[in-house]
């Protein structure tokens, strides 16, 4: 009997269809492979001045340890990727991305989150300035904003120079609105209140001076 191209076709469709979901004789051992458990790593973080030990896996990341495991959900996900700095925290005062860094890279090391910044009730200079001078609108990204501002604001007193910094031999260069804006070129605002991020870093600046 003749076999027509409809025939053909319907036959195949249900072969490869067949093929795809029925399990083969490996199936059961693959599944039991795949569910093998990941060794975990024990690591104590140092964060905003309390210890906590805590159990992981490997690949976890400072931020999602500090957000899914510490509770402290100020620092924010942004990109995943380094490139927002929605994460940004300080590690030992130097600012990082804590996307791009694993937990148990930071073994004993201090670090410090927006929750952190605060002393009581007191806010930290910068978080009050960023409130005179509206430094945000939705606020998402605003604690990486403040914790980036924050080590810069160290970098700069401590003689760092940057990208547009006239005079690298001087001590510490002035930190104009240029430069304020070239160190903080990291963190993005996508509501884009970058004026009124520059004044309250500004403001916190002459505060601190």
């Known amino acids: 009997m003749p076999v027509g191209r409809r025939a053909v ?9 067949i093929a795809g979901v029925a399990p083969g004789p ?12 990941v060794a975990t790593v024990t690591v104590e973080l140092h964060v905003n001045g309390a210890s906590h030990r805590l159990t992981l896996d490997p690949r976890t990341t400072l931020l999602d340890a500090l957000r899914e495991h510490l509770a402290l959900t100020g620092s924010k996900k942004g990109c995943d990727h380094g490139q927002c700095g929605a994460c940004t925290v300080l590690l030992d005062g130097r600012r990082i991305n804590a996307c791009l860094t694993l937990a148990v890279l930071h073994d004993g090391q201090p ?5 952190g910044l605060a002393d009581g009730e007191t806010l930290h200079p910068l978080q009050a300035a960023f409130i005179e001078h509206d430094g945000f609108q939705c606020g998402y990204c605003t604690s990486g904003q403040i914790c980036s501002a924050a080590g810069m604001l160290e970098e700069s007193r401590a003689g760092m120079p940057s990208f547009v910094t006239a005079d690298l031999a ?6 104009t609105d240029d430069e304020i804006r070239e ?11 970058y004026p009124n991020i520059v004044a309250a870093i500004r403001k916190a600046a002459e505060i601190r001076a």
């Not at 001087?170 to 930190?175: D, I, R, T, V, Y």
């Not at 963190?187 to 209140?193: F, Y």
């Open 9 to 17: 076709l319907g036959t195949g469709t249900a072969a490869v269809f």
């Open 26 to 37: 490996d199936a059961a051992a693959g599944e039991t492979r795949g569910e093998a458990t």
């Open 111 to 115: 670090v410090t989150t927006i929750e």
């Open 170 to 175: 001087e001590p510490q260069p002035p930190l």
């Open 183 to 193: 160190r903080m070129s990291g963190n993005i605002c996508r509501c884009a209140a």
